[in-house]
């Protein structure tokens, strides 16, 4: 089992910046991807951006440019540095980790943009 647990969430203004955190623990050796979803509701989930063993990351579309995800091995955490944020990315954001052939998924944390 693999238990993550996100950070950083809150309220900021269009055009400010967050960092979430996210801290595996438990059995994360062998985890091969961690990453970030979000999902808003009434809305689809996206997948927001992936770190691979390899340090290669993908994003969505709509957050290239301002988004950077970005890891820690020694304290077992992934980071997703968001700037330029805007209202249309307010949603609530899920860390996930993949595991041979498991995903394990965070209880997420808020973001809200607006003035």
């Known amino acids: 089992q693999v238990q993550l647990v996100e950070s950083g969430g809150g309220l900021v203004q269009p055009g400010g910046s967050l960092r979430l955190s996210c801290a595996a623990s438990?059995?994360?050796?062998?985890?091969?991807?961690m990453g970030w979803y979000r999902q808003a509701p009434g809305k689809q989930r996206e997948l927001v951006a992936t770190?691979?063993?390899?340090?290669?990351?993908n994003y969505a579309d709509s957050v290239k440019g301002r988004f950077t995800i970005s890891r820690d091995n020694a304290k077992s955490t992934v980071y997703l540095q968001m700037n330029s944020l805007k209202p249309e990315d307010t949603s609530r954001y899920y860390c996930?980790?993949?595991?041979?052939?498991?995903?394990?998924r965070g209880q997420g944390t808020q973001v809200t943009v607006s003035s």
């Open positions: 996930y980790a993949r595991r041979q052939s498991l995903e394990y």
């Open positions: 438990g059995s994360i050796f062998g985890i091969s991807a």
């Open positions: 770190i691979i063993t390899g340090g290669n990351t």
